[in-house]
T-cell receptor, first 111, second 115 residues
Framework: GQNIDQPTEMTATEGAIVQINCTYQTSGFNGLFWYQQHAGEAPTFLSY????GLEEKGRFSSFLSRSKGYSYLLLKELQMKDSASYLC????????????FGRGTSLIVHP | EAGVAQSPRYKIIEKRQSVAFWCNPISGHATLYWYQQILGQGPKLLIQFQNNGVVDDSQLPKDRFSAERLKGVDSTLKIQPAKLEDSAVYLC?????????????FGPGTRLTVL
C-alpha cells in the first residue's frame, strides 16, 4: 500500500512562485505524477517523474527524490487561472501500474 | 482527437435507487479506469479494464457496484442500490496501455448526489 501526504491548502500572490510538496511511502516505487484539477472539472496531466531530479515544462517544474520519498511541484509566474487543486499520484511496481492519488492541494492565487 | 466522454454529467437520486453511468474512452485506448472522487479527496480507483477484461477490481464494492466493458470500448458503471455515501464524482479515464509510463486521460465526470 501507499501513504501519500500533501498540504490541504495553499495561498499565493499573482506573479509569485509557489512550491507544493508531496511525500510518499511505498513498497516499490515506479513513478510519480502531478495532475491539475479545476473545480468541477477532470484532472489534467502536468508531469511525470521516475528518476531523481528536476523536470521543467514551461512555468511548471516537478522534482523527485526517491531516497527521501519526496516530490514537489513548482509553479512560477503565478496566474489567477492557476487556482486549482494539485494532485500527487504515485505508482507502484508490478501489477496493473495504477497510480494512487493523494488528497490534493487546493491552491488559491489572489491578486 | 476527441477526449473521454461521459454521461450523464449530473444525476440526483434517492437512496436505494439504481443508477448507471456511461463512458466512451479515447479511440484506440486499450485501458479504461473508473474512479470515485469524494469531495475534498483524491480520486480512488474502483476498477480497471484492459480491453474487455478486468485487471483490478479490488476496491469495487461488489455488493452494490458493477461494471462492464463488453466489446472492449464503451463501459458502464452501475450502482444498485445507492447509499448516501455514494455521493461523489465518478471519473472515467483511459490510457493506451497499462504501461508504467502511460498517462491517464480523464473524462469530465458524472456528479452523483444521493438524497
Amino acid at each position: 500500500g501507499q501513504n501519500i501526504d500533501q498540504p490541504t491548502e495553499m495561498t499565493a500572490t499573482e506573479g509569485a512562485i509557489v512550491q507544493i510538496n508531496c511525500t510518499y511511502q511505498t513498497s516499490g516505487f515506479n513513478g510519480l505524477f502531478w495532475y491539475q484539477q479545476h473545480a468541477g472539472e477532470a484532472p489534467t496531466f502536468l508531469s511525470y517523474n521516475v528518476l531523481d531530479g528536476l523536470e521543467e515544462k514551461g512555468r511548471f517544474s516537478s522534482f523527485l527524490s526517491r531516497s527521501k520519498g519526496y516530490s514537489y511541484l513548482l509553479l512560477k509566474e503565478l496566474q489567477m487561472k492557476d487556482s486549482a487543486s494539485y494532485l500527487c499520484a504515485v505508482r507502484e511496481e508490478g501489477g496493473s501500474y495504477i497510480p494512487t492519488f493523494g488528497r490534493g492541494t487546493s491552491l488559491i492565487v489572489h491578486p | 482527437e476527441a477526449g473521454v466522454a461521459q454521461s450523464p454529467r449530473y444525476k440526483i437520486i434517492e437512496k436505494r435507487q439504481s443508477v448507471a453511468f456511461w463512458c466512451n474512452p479515447i479511440s484506440g485506448h486499450a485501458t479504461l479506469y473508473w474512479y470515485q472522487q469524494i469531495l475534498g479527496q483524491g480520486p480512488k480507483l474502483l476498477i480497471q479494464f484492459q480491453n474487455n477484461g478486468v485487471v483490478d477490481d479490488s476496491q469495487l464494492p461488489k455488493d452494490r457496484f458493477s461494471a462492464e466493458r463488453l466489446k472492449g470500448v464503451d463501459s458502464t458503471l452501475k450502482i444498485q442500490p445507492a447509499k448516501l455515501e455514494d455521493s461523489a464524482v465518478y471519473l472515467c479515464a483511459s490510457s493506451p496501455e497499462a504501461a508504467s509510463t502511460d498517462t491517464q486521460y480523464f473524462g469530465p465526470g458524472t456528479r452523483l448526489t444521493v438524497l
